[in-house]
Every structure is written in structure tokens, then in C-alpha cells.
T-cell receptor, first 113, second 114 residues
Framework: NAGVTQTPKFQVLKTGQSMTLQCAQD?????MYWYRQDPGMGLRLIYY???????DKGEVPNGYNVSRLNKREFSLRLESAAPSQTSVYFC????????????FGEGSWLTVV | AQSVSQHNHHVILSEAASLELGCNYS??????LFWYVQYPGQHLQLLLK??????LVKGIKGFEAEFIKSKFSFNLRKPSVQWSDTAEYFC????????????FGTGTQLKVEL
């Protein structure tokens, strides 16, 4: 059982380049999330999709866009990467009811130079 | 908006010492509380959670946490730590009416020395 799978695991971008982080879950979960993790700041929610066809901004959405392609997949796009977007990105999913456990992928390390 | 505070940023313990990591949240309504652990180079894994009922929650690997509503706290404890408990620990909260979205604390880096 793969759980939450993210690609790529590592990526180096030049300032201004664009890229898409892919995420897929095989647990038939309704809700999916993108978080970023920065030293000393914990994890902060970028975007959230409560169910297929819906997306909402989280705490730090600027510079990002998302697509909930179907129930399984939730992608995160950086249109014009900036050094401030150097971070570790985690995709996550949950059944969607309040209090449900949220399951995380293994992370994508992104460096913008 | 809700927030979570973890006051201990770095903790160093010897094996067999007892552990208590502090977590306080700010929100006046109903909350669900979580502790996640991140071992070096790995993704976050759920240690335990409080949803309702008994405020003393037991999780995996001998960890437990107590929800004290009057203190807005959800401290994590373990009576005797092991070297393999070296990791970063995150407290998090979801609020009723806020969707199932976690708000995380800044994390506590625990190092257990042999």
C-alpha cells in the first residue's frame, strides 16, 4: 500500500522557472493538502482540497497554484520560482471528517537558486 | 485564528530519562489535538491524537499525552526515552468548523544520547 506518493523527491530550480509537484493517494481519501516545512517554522498549509473539485487557500498560498485533477491526484505548481520558495513540500490526505488522521507523503526537497 | 505553541525548541536527554514536551494552543472552541513525529529523513507519522473522551491519550511507542482544557495544553510524555526516539516532534490542532486542516506548532527537536 503506497499511501501518499509525491514526485519529484528532489529538484533544483533557477529563479523564474516553473515546475509542478505531483501527488497521488491510493486510500480513497476525500481531502488533500499541500504543506511546506521550513526550519523553525513547522509546517504551514499552502492549499487544501476538501473534496474533488474544490480547492481553498491555506496560510501561505502566494506564488502557488493547485489542481485537484481527480480524487486521487492533487498537484502544486510554482509559476515563477523564487528563492523564498526553497523548502520541503509535503502532500497529505485524509478521509475528510474533522478529527480524521492526516497522512503525509515523504516530502519533496526543492531548492531555488 | 488558532495557533499552536511549542516552547521547547531543542531538548537533549540521556537514554532512560523521562520526557515531557509542552504544547499549548489558542482557540476558544472545540479542538482536536495531534502529535506527529518526524524521524530524520522521513515523513511525518502520527503518534497519537485526542478527539473526545478520556483526556489521557496513549499512542504508539510508549508515548502518551494529556489534554487539559483549562490550560489549553496537550503535553507529550514518555517515561523512559530511547536513542531511537531522536526525532522532531510536532503538536498540531484542528478546529471544529475549520475543516480538517492541521495547524502545526514550530516543532521540538529531541536528541537522545546514549
Amino acid at each position: 500500500n503506497a499511501g501518499v506518493t509525491q514526485t519529484p523527491k528532489f529538484q533544483v530550480l533557477k529563479t523564474g522557472q516553473s515546475m509542478t509537484l505531483q501527488c497521488a493517494q491510493d486510500m480513497n481519501h476525500n481531502s488533500m493538502y499541500w504543506y511546506r516545512q521550513d526550519p523553525g517554522m513547522g509546517l504551514r498549509l499552502i492549499y487544501y482540497s476538501a473534496s474533488e473539485g474544490t480547492t481553498d487557500k491555506g496560510e501561505v498560498p502566494n506564488g502557488y497554484n493547485v489542481s485537484r485533477l481527480n480524487k486521487r491526484e492533487f498537484s502544486l505548481r510554482l509559476e515563477s520560482a523564487a528563492p523564498s520558495q526553497t523548502s520541503v513540500y509535503f502532500c497529505a490526505s485524509s478521509p475528510g471528517q474533522i478529527g480524521n488522521t492526516i497522512y503525509f507523503g515523504e516530502g519533496s526537497w526543492l531548492t531555488v537558486v | 485564528a488558532q495557533s499552536v505553541s511549542q516552547h521547547n525548541h531543542h531538548v537533549i536527554l540521556s537514554e532512560a530519562a523521562s520526557l515531557e514536551l509542552g504544547c499549548n494552543y489558542s482557540y476558544g472552541g472545540t479542538v482536536n489535538l495531534f502529535w506527529y513525529v518526524q524521524y530524520p529523513g522521513q515523513h511525518l507519522q502520527l503518534l497519537l491524537k485526542y478527539f473526545s473522551g478520556d483526556p489521557l491519550v496513549k499512542g504508539i511507542k510508549g508515548f502518551e499525552a494529556e489534554f487539559i482544557k483549562s490550560k489549553f495544553s496537550f503535553n507529550l510524555r514518555k517515561p523512559s526515552v530511547q536513542w531511537s526516539d531522536t526525532a522532531e516532534y510536532f503538536c498540531a490542532v484542528t478546529i471544529t468548523g475549520g475543516g480538517n486542516k492541521l495547524t502545526f506548532g514550530t516543532g521540538t527537536q529531541l536528541k537522545v544520547e546514549l
